[in-house]
């Protein structure tokens, strides 16, 4: 019996096959790539920590200066130090904070990495800030973004934007400041402040909120590791003395 590839149903019939080979080859090919995905975005990730931290990512690798990783509770204690569960909290940081779970890594020098996670005029924003080890001083920044504009508030991606992170403070005595991206420059005595990105408003506002709301989360942490060093010292100095 012929086939009269002209009628309707024979179009049909052919579409639908069609469509479902495609869907099975695609779906066979998503599974196959997922280990490969999923190691590209672990590796990614790591990378970026390490950026932060101020070290060339293809230099040094992320085992060689990141001591540990953990999520805190809301009051700074660890609750995981397991790092695959760390790392999968990163897939989705803001859930993973609402849920009051809070990744954080700790490199061998004592500065610690925290992710940040905001909005900016066109899409979300993300990165990782390193503070020194004295948990106010920013040891270093990386900021990317999904959408923001080309020469304008996409220049917080830039290398040339985040280096002016470094050295400045978060704290002011006790009080959580964040680091304020300053619209007509920064004011070169306040140690808070950076320059805004030129005709960037929303994205600068946006990356401000950004790391202030983030390091909120982590204050907790931050003022005990302080007390903790400060009980050292002190220690350290009456034995001292006492020679």
């Known amino acids: 019996m012929k086939v009269n590839t002209n009628s309707n149903v024979y ?4 579409s639908v096959v069609m469509v479902v080979i495609v869907a099975v ?3 066979f090919a998503a599974l196959a790539l997922k280990p490969r995905q999923d190691a590209n975005e672990l590796n990614e990730k790591k ?3 390490v950026k932060a931290l101020g070290y060339d ?8 200066v990141v001591a540990e990783a953990a999520l805190l509770n809301a009051d700074g204690a660890v609750v995981n130090g397991d790092v695959a569960k760390v790392f999968a909290a990163l897939q989705d940081v803001k859930s993973s904070c609402e849920a009051g779970e809070f990744p954080i890594f700790k490199a061998t020098d004592g500065s610690v990495v925290v992710p940040l996670y905001g909005a900016g005029l066109w899409g979300p924003i993300w990165g990782y800030i390193a503070l020194e080890p004295d948990m106010n001083t920013v040891k270093g920044i990386v900021l990317d973004h999904k959408g923001e504009t080309p020469g304008l508030g ?3 991606a830039t290398p040339k934007h985040q280096a002016m992170y470094v050295g400045k403070t978060v704290f002011d005595g006790e009080e959580l400041k964040g680091i304020i991206l300053k619209k007509g420059g920064a004011d070169a005595n306040n140690p808070h402040e950076v320059d805004a990105i030129t005709g960037g408003t929303k994205t600068s506002d946006g990356v401000s909120a950004m790391i202030k709301d983030c390091l909120k989360s982590y204050e907790p942490y931050f003022k005990a590791s302080k007390a903790t060093a400060n009980e050292v010292s002190n220690e350290l100095n009456t034995e001292n003395n006492g020679k």
Do not use: P, R
């Open 11 to 14: 179009i049909i019939i052919y």
């Open 25 to 27: 080859l695609l779906a």
């Open 47 to 49: 990378t970026q920590i």
């Open 57 to 64: 990512a293809e230099k040094v690798s992320y085992d060689e």
């Open 154 to 156: 996409a220049e917080i």
